[in-house]
């Protein structure tokens, strides 16, 4: 007879359940705290990589020390209130049916009270820490600030006092307040839960030990809402809640002594608190607090009701004259307005042969290249192989060529992964690594087929900025590099990173490898775990890909970077390229703000910001942040090699940029050690300037009667180019270009923006122009000197009863002529689309001329835009032909008196692209002989048709017809002989790690 199988004793897998929980826990703290560590460590690294483990160390140590304050404060205040309350509470309840419920929930919480009375303080102070330890900016620059030598209108307290005390002072009662309310709420829980405080028929029982908490809570609360109230008095400056920024007259005569008298009412009220708790009367204590409370509402919202309504109201412009003085003149302070030159300018509409003589150096430069539309160009042209990839927008600089300063539309070949025809890890990320060379062309020119004329082009990278040899064109750190690449080798190993084509048939793309310092090491088996970790990536830790010499890169795109280093600066939306000391450096222009500003105007970043290129995604957007005061404090470069970022103080004056100079000592340099390379491609930045033109709109009026009126308004343009409705219009962005202002003596480079009357409402205002303002973006080509015009704003205003079109009418002007309208038709014949380009407006000529630049592009999949037109306007009157120096002379009256940048090209009337050579050049004469036929004959039948001779119109219509019959016959042969003549696909880019043919020389 067999044995039963012997069991378990009961309760013993139990047991070993109990044993394994507090294991799973300490392995699941340890991996989480693995994890922390890791994502710390790595960015240590990367900081100490880049010299600025200064800011992450003062940046996480002010955190951390805050938020241990702020834990500290709320966890000892609730902690001892709820402890205090439980050791006095008393032994009896005066209540058996009470005491007996109480005493259910007492018996309840009993087994678990040593816990809850620990853990709700800490969970609260948890809180209450990561709450402070948000606001370590406000604190750093309290214990750093630096004085602004200026004096508000109000109480003549140093500036400074509201950006960097104030706003501090704020935060610390605030909090002071929260810990008071959530420890006196905690202590009367306990006192009510353990019987201290009890709800009786006879009223509410209180011990002495409650009444003696709720007292010194009460009081406590009193003292700090008195404070509160004191320092509201100041912050009636840096209100917005009126008509005008800034404390007005209700403010000034009712706000502001009530709440001193609210700030002694709430004072006293906490002394009799103190005393009810000595004494133990509350009569007194209930009374003061029932008229504190009568009193805020009557003195803090009644009382300044009153005045403005019947005070103030009746006689509003008289009386709020002196406020609106004062808010137009910290706003203009405070946006850098202040030093605005303003200038009449009685402009002409009349456009008179010779005109622009004395502007002939502004007219050789203006630019027809619209770098919003040529990335397709650079692309088709220079683009060389799928995994490379231009920006959707380009960039306006300038260059010194021949002597000269030459406008320059620039970018640079990124590298663009989602071209290539495989994902795997190694090629995404050890393989292709890098964009290569920078492409340029000149702004005020073109070629005779309307293709950009290039400065600087080709693979190896060629022209008059430089080659292979001069500078470093490899770009691992761009605009579009998002991802991580792991580059670096040992001495002597084989190159394994895609470099560039050859610039030989049949041979292989070369190989490189990296050789700065970009990043930090990922060669040892701890940082490879670390960065497996962060990147969330097993390829890191087991691909042969990575060697004891690796290098990561991440963080790549230079706002980030900037970002990271300087995390108190806001950063300009558009970063921009140049060729520098040998290097491709981007350029980032980072602001210091502030919203505390007294009597300034608030404004919306992202709002002021917005126009057709954010709209567009072609321009990264600022945050949705408000900023009553801000400053160009910094310029930063990020090496596109290296990713080395430099931080240089641009307005070393800022009092913000020197309190945080005080706090990050060694990150920013004076800019008296900027070269003289980066100091001549210093421009002035575009957002300062799009939120300085939302100002300006309402504050070019310094007359306090007029802005009262609002009967002098501006608006920026709406951009005629794109679509966009009356109720919601698209702003046309700045324009940056080579240009002399009436007072100047030669043309400087210049952020330009125009004005027309206020739009909105139910009507639409004329679309006239009111003004022009001008940035002088020219700092120099000394190295540390700035040069003594650069960021001075010019506003050009037009008086009233000086029609000017504005961009809108002139935009209206090109598209409803009959004669431009039939000539654009028939570029449009063929399946080619018309695209026209950014609308400049220029103050030359006594007046103003538009200047709009047409493409044409062909719908296929390889097509791009070249320009074929340009269209000019100055008055009423409108020019258009295929060159600018052409269109010029038909606007005044055959002579413009100048000669433009592309007066080269004149007789020699741009083609639609297509594929080079072969029976398309056939196809390609007879089409634009057809088209130049046509052209002729719409002329001919308007001036026939204007004198009246109908039997000559209708011969020119018949001329028009046969002219378009072989036009489009050209069009069809030209189409058939492309695809024909079309070239095979480019081969596919490798999907494995391609064998090195070439070594590229280090650093080259």
């Known amino acids: 007879m067999s044995r039963p199988a012997a069991t378990p004793p009961p309760g013993r897998p139990a047991a070993r359940r109990g044993a394994l929980t507090p294991t799973l826990i300490v392995v699941a703290v340890i991996v989480v705290g693995f994890i922390f560590f890791a994502n710390v460590w790595t960015d240590v690294l990367w900081y100490r990589q880049l010299g600025f483990v200064e800011v992450f160390l003062t940046q996480n140590l002010a955190r951390i020390g805050i938020f241990a304050t702020g834990f500290a404060l709320m966890f000892t205040a609730v902690f001892f209130a709820v402890r205090i309350a439980y050791r006095s509470r008393p032994v009896y309840a005066p209540d058996s049916e009470v005491r007996d419920s109480l005493n259910r929930y007492q018996a309840q919480l009993e087994p678990v009270r040593r816990v809850v009375m620990l853990g709700v303080p800490i969970v609260f102070g948890l809180f209450a820490g990561s709450a402070a330890a948000s606001q370590w900016q406000r604190v750093l620059l309290f214990f750093n600030q630096e004085p602004f030598g200026k004096t508000d209108p109000e109480f003549n307290m140093d500036l400074s006092f509201y950006l960097m005390t104030l706003p501090f002072f704020g935060f610390i009662t605030g909090f002071l307040i929260s810990v008071v309310v959530v420890a006196g709420i905690a202590g009367l829980l306990t006192h009510y839960l353990y019987g201290s405080i009890r709800l009786m028929e006879r009223g509410i029982f209180t011990s002495r030990a409650a009444q003696i908490h709720i007292a010194v809570a009460g009081a406590a609360f009193l003292v700090l809402l008195g404070i509160n109230f004191w320092l509201d008095r100041f912050a009636t400056v840096q209100g917005n809640s009126g008509k005008w920024a800034g404390a007005l007259y209700t403010d000034v005569h009712a706000v502001i002594p009530t709440k001193a008298i609210l700030a002694v009412a709430a004072i006293l009220v906490a002394v009799l608190f103190i005393v009810a708790a000595v004494i133990g009367k509350w009569r007194l204590p209930i009374i003061g607090t029932a008229m504190l409370i009568i009193t805020s509402i009557l003195a803090g919202g009644v ?51 010779g005109a622009l003589a004395q502007d002939a150096q502004t007219t050789a430069n203006i630019r027809l290249l619209d770098p919003n539309l040529i990335s397709d160009a650079f692309s088709q042209l220079e683009q060389y192989r799928p995994y490379y990839d231009f920006p959707e927008a380009l960039n306006v600089d300038r260059y010194e060529v021949d002597g000269k300063v030459q406008d320059t539309v620039i970018a640079v070949r ?45 693979i190896p990278t060629n022209g008059v900025l430089g080659n292979d040899s001069t500078y470093q064109p490899r770009v691992y750190f761009g605009e579009n590099t998002t991802d991580y690449s792991v580059v670096g080798a040992p001495e002597g190993a084989p190159n394994r990173e895609q470099d560039r084509p050859s610039g030989e048939a ?29 990147f969330q990536s097993t390829d890191l830790l087991l691909s042969d890909g990575v060697n004891p010499e ?20 806001t950063v300009d939306g558009n970063a921009y390229p140049a060729i520098v000391d040998g290097r491709i450096k981007w350029i980032v222009d980072g602001y210091t703000t502030s919203q505390y500003f007294p009597y300034s105007e608030q ?5 002021a910001t917005a126009d057709s290129q954010t709209t567009a995604g072609r321009s990264a957007a600022l945050p949705n942040s408000t900023v009553n005061y801000i400053r160009n404090s910094v310029k930063a470069t990020v090496d596109a090699y290296d990713g080395t970022v430099e931080l240089f103080a641009w307005d070393d004056q800022d009092p913000v940029l020197k309190a945080w100079q005080n706090v990050f000592p060694a990150s920013v340099k004076p800019y008296s050690e900027m070269t003289a390379d980066v100091m001549s491609h210093v421009r002035y930045p575009e957002d300062l300037f799009k939120v300085q033109r939302e100002l300006l709109g309402k504050y070019h009026v310094t007359d306090p009667v007029s802005l009262f009126k609002g009967d002098d308004v501006w608006s920026v343009p709406a951009d005629p180019t794109v679509e966009s409705t009356p109720q919601n219009p698209i702003k046309q962005p700045p324009f940056y270009m080579s240009l002399q202002m009436p007072d100047q003596e030669a043309p400087a480079f210049q952020l330009t923006s125009g004005f027309i009357p206020q739009t909105g409402g139910e009507g639409s205002a004329r679309n006239i122009l009111y003004g022009f303002l001008a940035a002088d973006s020219d700092a120099g080509r000394e190295a540390g000197v700035k040069a003594e015009g650069y960021g001075k704003l010019r506003l050009l205003q037009i008086p009233p009863e000086t029609q000017v079109p504005g961009p809108g009418q002139a935009q209206n002007k090109f598209n409803s002529d009959p004669t431009v309208s039939q000539a654009l038709n028939l570029l449009r014949q063929g399946a080619s689309d018309v695209l026209n380009g950014n609308l400049l407006t220029l103050p030359v000529g006594g007046g103003f001329l538009y200047v709009q630049p047409v493409y044409l592009q062909s719908t296929g999949e390889t097509s791009y835009p070249t320009l074929q037109r340009v269209l000019v306007a100055f008055g009423d009157k409108i020019g258009f032909a295929p060159t600018l120096d052409e269109a010029l002379n038909q606007l005044f009256g055959g002579d413009s008196g100048a000669a433009a940048g592309d007066s080269d090209n004149n007789g020699q009337t741009p083609a639609d692209p297509s594929a080079p050579g072969g029976a398309t050049d056939d196809a390609r004469a007879d089409l634009k002989a057809a088209l130049e036929e046509a052209n002729a004959a719409i002329q001919a039948g308007q001036t026939a048709l204007a004198g009246g001779d109908f039997a000559a119109y209708g011969e020119q219509q018949k001329r028009l017809s046969e002219a378009l019959t072989r036009a489009l016959e050209a069009e069809a042969r030209l189409e058939a002989a492309a695809a024909e003549e079309a070239p ?4 596919a880019s490798p999907t494995a790690t391609p064998t090195p043919t070439e070594s590229a020389p280090a650093g080259s």
């Open 506 to 534: 049949g041979q292989q793309d070369t190989q490189y490898t990296f050789t700065g310092d970009g990043g930090p090491n990922v060669g040892s088996f701890f940082n490879k775990v670390l960065y497996a970790i962060k």
């Open 550 to 569: 690796s290098q990561i890169l991440y963080d790549r795109t230079p706002r980030e970077r900037v970002e990271k280093v300087a995390p108190y600066l």
């Open 603 to 607: 404004a919306q970043l992202s709002a």
């Open 984 to 987: 095979a696909a480019p081969a």
């Open 414 to 458: 990124e590298l663009n992964t989602a071209g290539l025809g495989t994902t795997s890890w190694l090629n995404q990320h050890v393989v292709y690594t890098h964009g290569y060379g920078v492409v340029a062309a000149k702004g005020n020119k073109f070629t005779a087929d309307g293709k950009p004329d290039f400065l600087q082009s080709g």
């Open 303 to 353: 009382y300044p009701w009153v005045i403005q309504q019947f005070q103030v109201t009746p006689s509003e412009q008289t009386l709020e004259e002196k406020y609106i003085g004062r808010n137009i003149e910290m706003t203009r302070a405070a946006y850098g307005l202040d030093q605005i030159q303003v200038e009449r300018y009685n402009a002409t509409t009349t456009a008179e042969s």
